[in-house]
């Protein structure tokens, strides 16, 4: 008796539209679930180092991007891509690699990619092309592996140096250059 009222709930929900939402979201907690280790990774890096603290507003301004194409997603007819399952599958290796590793850079990427998946699965081609730069740009949330930023600090701090003396001496004022301290004299 309750598998029929189950069934019957179920078949209404289809019928009002709102079931692909339900598993939508469903299928968003349970991404977050499971990769909330990467997520707990990638928050403490927002809240700890203030080079990454902007972490908090890019999903605000993704949604803000999705909210932007939600008209001409609703005249779209909708039609999932059979690629998604694959996505997903190299998402989810991602992330057993990650976890494997400890390293959450891999998590966080297999994440967004998981993302990208469903996104996939919903909209399909056609509305990937609807909503692209939301996707792309989530991923600057994922803060650079410590390698890749502290070479491309310093190497930004040193092309900030040159350029700075490069303005100077375009006044004709004499100055000297170590590293990337510039010394004006007296």
């Known amino acids: 008796m309750l598998s029929t009222y189950a069934i019957e709930a179920v078949a209404a929900i289809k019928k009002s539209g709102k079931f692909l939402w339900l598993l939508l979201g469903i299928a968003i907690a349970a991404l977050a679930w499971i990769f909330r280790a990467g997520l707990e990774f990638m928050e403490s890096r927002w809240a700890g180092q203030e080079e990454y603290s902007h972490g908090y507003m890019i999903p605000l301004v993704a949604l803000f991007l999705l909210w932007r194409a939600a008209p001409e997603l609703r005249r779209m007819n909708w039609?999932?891509?059979?690629?998604?399952?694959?996505?997903?599958?190299?998402?989810?290796?991602?992330w057993a690699l990650g976890e494997l590793s400890s390293l959450f850079i891999i998590s966080n990427y297999s994440l967004w990619l998981a993302l990208c998946a469903l996104a996939l699965a919903v909209l399909g081609w056609a509305g990937m092309t609807r909503i692209w730069a939301a996707l792309v740009y989530l991923v600057f949330t994922i803060p650079l592996p410590n390698f890749l930023y502290n070479n491309l600090s310093a190497k930004l701090q040193l092309l900030?140096?040159?350029?700075?003396?490069?303005?100077?001496?375009l006044f004709d004022v004499s100055v000297f250059v170590e590293g990337n301290v510039i010394d004006l004299g007296s």
């Not at 039609?79 to 991602?94: Q, R």
């Not at 900030?160 to 001496?169: K, L, M, N, P």
């Open 79 to 94: 039609t999932a891509s059979w690629l998604s399952p694959l996505v997903m599958l190299v998402a989810l290796i991602g």
């Open 160 to 169: 900030s140096t040159d350029i700075g003396v490069a303005v100077i001496r």
